[in-house]
């Protein structure tokens, strides 16, 4: 058995992790960490979740276990994670801190000097285009929910040089609330979600604006640029993107690339391109751990692509379980199925 | 014109009574206070209130108008009361403070001396059985939501002294989350409330018991013991109690109280009873200014009466307008047209 | 008083419009129709509803008023609003029956002969764009519910000609469930549509595109084509439509159009546009007769118009409204203050 | 493996009960039926079910698997369940069929005759308080939803006889839409729904009465009688009842239930009791196999009990998979860890 510990279990994010760890059929979980509710149980937090005991972060011994996993606001995370490293474990970091390649970029977006520059750039941990850097890593940048869903949307295009070079990626988003967060704020109260839909944060400014590009650059050159439109949804869980891509009509006819999407993505275990004619929903996705992506023609110029994820398991949790499984050598769906 | 004020006129309450308040026919809103928004305006915290100028409650001078309403925590209410009273306005209270005719029972539910003994006791602010208390009084306690809609279930019943001796009245009773208050906490973020629903201080735990049992006892001799239970809805606003009354067969059998019902709420211009069949559903009163009853006997021995409310109208905001125009010798719906 | 009849009166957007005519200064509802629920009154159908009675639409008489109100299915429409011309009554259409000038193009997204093409082109009811066509009209057709929340969005640009040519304008809205209609589907069910999100009719496949192309061609020349995305909210009202606008930057700095829209709507009652830097939200405009607009200029290229509005009022019954007192001389906004 | 077949799995109940026998481990699933979707896959009906072929009801061979499900409408269910006991296979049927003893009982609850009089009286499927007659049994009747919530909240007070003598039991219930079916009506529309709360045939009329009252009285003797009354949350999922016993007090003082419950459920894999001064909520038991409980005594005459289940798990389709281990003589949690 892999021992692992989990830093900041009591977020929603973190009961996720537990669930899924708890019932991994390769790791034991040693530790899981809580500030505020250190002394107590998991299931003392949230009815439903494993019974885990709780600990304080600073009594957790991160050289005492094979991984941890961090469920930390960025800033908070890096740290841990340079010390976990140190101390022998591997680290798979759910927060911010890992994703972007440069310190430099890291503090014009989140306006703080990076907490631990020797770690970067770290293996972005989006299996289904970079498992092979994952496998194997002793650290790993877990990516941010939106990018997965827009990411996964827009690969095999950047892939198969599709795009209309300079022309903008439109990828409108909607979110549930347990993205925002567990710590109680207006934004989240029930009575100013509940009936009403907000965009907020939209064209570039979105912090995942950076990691999205990053890895579209990486991937295949330089498309235009991305516009980004999050919105909070009166829904506690799951992410749907509508993704407007504008193509190079001199590659290929738009009804051509559901062809594409499912010869790429045909053997991953994790992402399902629905059949021509149907369209996903949030419900496609939502308590599983997967992607499922629906693509729609317009005409010869544009593209439609649905993405749809839970943003707490295959936006966080469970993509941290495919990341962990491929670090340490086991089948990536392990504990998943 | 009467020129009132209003204090705490950002909280869900404070919304909607500054709403009424802002188009009632005969009453001008000198000032509306704010700790935490002063120099803005209502409409700046929420997008369809109106234009209200927010001024800080230390700048507000309660001297300056005919009346204040307090939307302020209890402790923080009857002081500010005292003080407008004293400068000569009348003070419509929807805190807690005045409800509860001794400053003893005062402290065995809220845990702290009253602030203000000697406006104690204060005219209780339901109109359909106080009316004669309140017209002309100089301060009014307005109810709380919630024993707004468990009296008017059950004083008919009392009245007619037609309840079993001694056998306890079961109100079982579920609240909208703006009920719960406009601050942020965990018990009412989206994500713990949607698709949840949750019972709290139940028993004879809650301080509404205080408050009811006090009416009841006023209003027709003893009654069995209140057993009340609260449980949270997930909606926005609305009240519906689900009331079990234990007759007396010896008074009348449970059909009979159909027509006691519409006798007694006949000329009441805020309370609707359903005809005979039909069940009261939060719809039946959410976003207006009315309780609605309906009447189900069940056998010879129990009544259950569905009683509902908007929790911030007629639960809180427009029972404090119909007790403002008693108290002015206005019609008592003046502005609830 | 001007005397009125309402077609379809138990609809969600029949009850809406029933409401505002009750209450309308100088409307006088002589008669509302229900298929199913004749005989009946319309509070009997939803509790809160005037008390207006139903009847059947085969005894209502176009004839015995001076204007019908059609919420009616679209074909079931059209022949209502010539019969009321033909009796000498104005009539409002809500239905799609009217919206395209052109039968063949009606026959085009509605798969039937249009059932009275002698009634086209009929004035398009969007006041703000169409006023001077509307006053005085003999019948009007009230625009969609989706259509009036994109041309809002868009007009100014098609007026100020800052479109770059041929680009497409993407539109991505998304409605509540009442914009389906009161008719029981499995697409909106309760336990469908809770915590979930959909798309349907994405792309170029949605009836409202061929309306607001018209619209947008009619008003300022061919801009490209209109990428129109529809998404199922899990609220019951209200649409919000985030509006990607590609700018000729020859024209004008991207920043600039704030003060174009603010001085193209100063005068619309209907209409506001909010400051700089915030973001319409579903609750700008819900339960308002109100079109809400934000603008954010992502770069010299983009453009993002957020538009909110309610289905059921200004993308329905209010607007209706408003077309009415244009039609007989009144003041825009009678009886929506 | 045990061979099963599903009638009607489409249903909210059968997709529950497929996505549970789909990955029992002794369970193989041989049919799955439809009659709207035959031919189709019950993925393709909801999209993260399993990839279960649909046949007809007329197609599928009872005689060729060793059990049969029942998730079909009352009448419908027993004539199946009665050609499955003459083919050789055992059945679970959760409908309302097989749950009263008396064919007349039935007649006058559900205004038909029974369609299967031979297979009255049937083991009542509730293993907590039936355990002995379902084992091995080869019909059983799966208990209803609101049912199994009720009486494992009172079965403890009967077996220790610890109520007052001929008081009423109230149980004020409240259920998530799905328990209406999938069926659409305007009852379970989003828009009717969403933001509502209703009381429906409260006191004794609800069809659950009967079936409660019978266990009630199987199982300890003639309590008072049962009133109940159902309630529609506004939530997908899950029976949260809030039940009010009227104790002997000269059996037992309320507060010494706790221990009594406890120790009752001590060894039940299905039931938790919480710890004292902790409250039941929907969140305790929705998406769970399990019935959980909080005790909360008022006074010497009054125990109240909130008692949470999934109405499609535990009262429904996990149920099921609990009794058909018993009836095979597998372990009774077999499959639903």
Redesign the interface.
């Given at each position: 058995m892999i021992k692992v510990g989990i830093y900041g279990a009591t977020g929603?994010t973190g009961i996720e992790l537990a669930r899924l760890l708890w019932r991994h059929p390769e790791a034991q979980v040693a530790f899981a960490t809580s500030q505020s509710n250190a002394g107590g149980t998991l299931a003392g937090v949230?009815?439903?979740a494993p019974p885990l005991p709780l600990t304080s972060p600073d009594e957790a011994d991160p050289g005492s276990v094979d991984a941890v996993f961090l469920c930390l606001p960025h800033t908070a995370a890096a740290p841990v994670a340079a010390a976990a490293v140190s101390a022998g474990a591997r680290a798979i970091d759910l927060s911010a801190d890992l994703r972007l390649d440069s310190p430099e970029v890291y503090r014009q977006w989140y306006g703080v000097a990076h907490p631990a520059p020797h770690l970067l750039p770290a293996p972005y941990g989006l299996p289904e285009i970079n498992r092979i850097n994952i496998a194997g890593a002793r650290w790993v940048a877990n990516p941010g929910c939106y990018a997965t869903a827009v990411l996964l949307a827009v690969y095999p295009l950047i892939k198969a040089k599709a795009l209309m070079p300079s022309a903008?990626i439109?990828a409108?988003a909607?979110s549930?609330?347990?993205g925002a967060g567990?710590t109680?704020?207006?934004t989240?109260?029930?009575?100013?979600?509940?009936?009403?839909?907000?965009?907020?944060n939209?064209?570039?400014a979105h912090r995942h604006v950076a990691e999205i590009e990053q890895e579209l650059n990486r991937n295949g050159g330089a498309p235009g640029?991305l516009?980004f439109?999050p919105?909070l949804?009166?829904?506690?869980?799951?992410i749907?993107a509508?993704v407007?891509a504008?193509l190079d009509p001199d590659n290929a006819p738009a009804g051509a690339y559901h062809t594409l999407y499912q010869e790429m993505y045909r053997d991953e275990p994790r992402v399902h391109v629905l059949p021509a004619g149907q369209?996903?929903?949030?419900?496609?996705a939502?308590?599983?751990y997967d992607c499922?992506l629906s693509l729609?023609?317009?005409?010869e110029?544009?593209l439609?692509i649905?993405s749809v994820i839970d943003n707490l398991l295959k936006g966080a949790a469970s993509q941290a379980v495919q990341n962990f499984n491929l670090m340490f050598g086991l089948s990536e769906s392990c504990g998943l199925e």
């Open positions: 929603y949230y009815p439903t903008p439109i409108d909607k549930g609330v347990s567990r109680p704020k207006l989240t109260h029930f009575a100013e979600v509940a009936g009403n839909f907000s965009p907020y939209i064209g570039r640029p516009i439109s919105h949804l009166p829904v506690d869980r799951g749907l509508t407007y504008q369209l996903a929903t949030l419900s496609h939502v308590r599983t499922v729609t023609p317009v005409d110029f544009t439609i649905v």
